[in-house]
């Protein structure tokens, strides 16, 4: 059985993570983030948290660092 620390709120989240609560907001909105509600709050599983924070780091390089993520490409639409 999961205590009472290994579930956060959307303020311990946005702590954790170091980012506004709206932006957990928007990545539960958007499916991109693991969590749960309790009527009408929203939990996450600090072991779940964890797994997708991994996900999101991407491959390491041999000196330890974090690949940047591939990026599309920006620029104007080909004219028709």
Do not use: N
Request: no cysteine.
């Amino acid at each position: 059985m999961a205590s009472a620390e290994d579930i956060l709120t959307i303020a311990e989240l946005s702590a954790h993570l170091r980012v506004h609560p709206t932006t957990i907001y928007r990545l539960l909105r958007e499916g991109r983030i693991p969590g749960f509600r309790v009527g009408s709050a929203w939990r996450f599983s600090r072991a779940a948290i964890e797994v997708w924070e991994h996900e999101q780091v991407g491959p390491i390089d041999g000196d330890g660092h974090t690949a940047p993520p591939a990026r599309k490409a920006k620029g104007r639409k080909p004219r028709k």
